[in-house]
């Protein structure tokens, strides 16, 4: 087998873009689990190589979020080193940022408070303008489009009707509208889009890094605080401490931006979407839970 950048670039591409980065070939680790991206990884240094033709689209979205967030003194994002278009090296642009330092936790739960008080920092950013940005492609579900239906000032009221009338739950709809309305008065913001455990890096207990960007668009404050994006491993470990890691999260969020510190909108909104999938699809139990937990804390 020969070294890994050459799963990326063939041996003459290699050497060509050795010369143009100023990279030791020997030192670069392959790093293969992105959807949209090939990832080489030097000792200081990310080199980010769009899979393919549809992968550019992300890739460029993750660079003009880096770039935005240039704008802000937060330590745990990586910053933008370079951006390379060579067609000798590779068909597609490909860009150099930062390596944090760290490891992807293995117990996420102690970093909710200081997660939030990151988010709030990209979130106080103005909204940059991202070209034709849009969510991911698993967003496009009946529950995740009740969702944002939820989550918009025009629609929320109809959202909660909607939930109530189709959980059986009639006499929850005054305080469920009243929850939704609140949450649909958040401005939009810049978001991260795919926070989970393996976006997170961590020394011990400190966040050192919150990386991959490519989902990054302008939406509603809560999609990053979504736990749906974060796996089985968290929801069979943690599920029945959503109510405690939101208001955690949420509070120092909160508090760094001087918003009500309140979770309950933000439980609703994700408690009901998740009820709403489990009318469709019950899945395991073990893992997403069951209509009744869901419900109950609201």
């Known amino acids: ?16 873009f050795a010369s143009l980065v100023g990279v030791d070939l020997g030192r670069l680790v392959l790093n293969v689990t992105g959807w949209n991206k090939l990832v080489l990884l030097d000792s200081d240094r990310v080199f980010l190589f769009p899979r393919s033709a549809a992968g550019v689209e992300w890739f460029e979205r993750e660079l003009a979020a ?6 802000t003194q937060l330590r745990v ?4 080193l370079g951006r390379w278009e060579d067609p000798e090296i590779y068909p597609f642009p490909f860009a150099a940022v930062t390596r944090l330092r760290g490891q992807v936790p293995a117990e996420s739960g102690a970093l909710f408070e200081q997660l939030g008080r990151a988010i709030a ?5 103005r909204p940059p303008l991202f070209a034709r940005a849009r969510p991911p492609r698993h967003h496009d579900t009946a529950h995740q489009r009740w969702l944002r239906r939820a989550l918009d000032p025009a629609t929320s009221a109809r ?24 949450a649909a008065r958040l401005t939009p913001v810049m978001v991260h889009g795919d926070i989970h455990e393996d976006q997170l890096l961590a020394v011990g207990e400190r966040l050192t890094g919150i990386i991959d960007w490519e989902t990054a668009r302008v939406d509603h404050p809560f999609w990053d605080f979504d736990l749906g994006e974060w796996g089985t491993g968290l929801w069979r470990r943690r599920r029945r401490d959503f109510s405690a890691l939101w208001a955690r999260g949420w509070r120092a969020y909160a508090q760094a931006r001087g918003l009500d510190t309140s979770s309950r909108p933000l439980e609703t909104a994700f408690r009901l979407r998740q009820a709403l999938s489990l009318l469709a699809d019950p899945g395991d139990p073990a893992v997403v839970g069951t209509l009744e937990e869901h419900l109950a804390p609201l």
């Not at 994002?77 to 933008?80: A, N, Y």
């Not at 959202?159 to 609140?182: F, I, Q, V």
Request: no cysteine; charged share 20%; proline share 13%.
């Open 77 to 80: 994002v990586p910053r933008l």
């Open 1 to 16: 087998m020969g070294p890994p950048v050459n799963a990326v670039l063939v041996p003459p591409q290699a050497e060509r």
């Open 159 to 182: 959202a909660a009707a909607e939930a109530a009338s189709r959980l059986g739950r009639p006499a929850r709809a005054p305080a469920w509208t009243d929850l939704l309305a609140s």
């Open 66 to 71: 880096y770039r935005a967030l240039a704008e």
């Open 121 to 125: 920092g990209w979130h106080e950013l």
